[in-house]
């Protein structure tokens, strides 16, 4: 059963354009959803966080909407940069089941110069 | 660097053997997770803990895997007579309890099993 679901495996845009990565779930529980960034052997990086009662939230060139109705999360990256080329995964959290992340399958970013 | 640690880094071994990794958290952190990620999916939970309590184990975590936290600082994850569907990236994050969902990640292990 998966809970969270990045549908496109990757994703190509041009430096200084607008990258859109998308995730969409199925548990209305999730209290918070996060999104983190993946290198090459290395551990994911948090980035951005929403909690399930906004629908937006910016940080600098990052921002996540959500969309409760849709059961939809973006994150919008203006503008694109070729260090932004990583992995990119979606994860939900429920506070009553211990904080533990559930995880989309990731989208792979490549920003090219 | 206050950051999450996990040693070691890469771990090769035979099936059959036993394996133990460690995981050392960003020292105020009194939650500590523990995932596994294999080759193109996303991280999967195994257990967490709160301070020394282990509070939940997935179902993944086959009785061959054990979790310590004993002084509610480092955790040690082992694994017993190694299977090659063991191998894989386990991941160590650590959080505040009272933001237990915004979670560090260390480097990860990697564990191969031959």
């Known amino acids: 059963d998966q809970q969270v679901k990045q549908n496109s495996p990757s994703l190509s845009v041009q430096e200084g354009r607008i990258s859109i990565l998308n995730c969409d779930y199925t548990n209305s529980m999730f209290d918070y959803f996060l999104w983190y960034k993946k290198y090459p052997a290395e551990g994911p990086t948090f980035l951005i966080s929403?909690?399930?009662?906004?629908d937006k939230n910016e940080d600098g060139r990052f921002t996540v909407f959500l969309n409760k109705s849709a059961k939809h999360l973006s994150l919008h990256i203006v503008p694109s940069q070729p260090g932004d080329s990583a992995v990119y995964f979606c994860a939900a959290s429920q506070i009553r089941q211990g904080g533990k992340l559930i995880f989309g399958q990731g989208t792979e970013l490549s920003v090219k110069p | 660097d206050t950051g999450v640690s996990q040693n070691p880094r890469h771990k090769i071994t035979k099936r059959g053997q036993n394996v133990t990794f460690r995981c050392d958290p960003i020292s105020e952190h009194n939650r500590l997770y523990w995932y596994r990620q294999t080759l193109g999916q996303g991280p999967e939970f195994l257990t967490y803990?709160?301070?020394?309590?282990?509070?939940?184990k997935s179902r993944l975590l086959s009785d061959r895997f054990s979790a310590e936290r004993p002084k509610g600082s480092f955790s040690t994850l082992e694994i017993q007579r190694t299977e090659q569907g063991d191998s894989a990236m386990y991941l160590c994050?650590?959080?505040?309890?009272?933001?237990?969902?915004?979670?560090?990640f260390g480097p990860g292990t990697r564990l191969t099993v031959t």
């Open positions: 803990f709160q301070n020394e309590a282990q509070l939940e």
């Open positions: 994050a650590s959080s505040l309890g009272s933001t237990p969902y915004e979670q560090y």
């Open positions: 929403i909690s399930s009662i906004k």
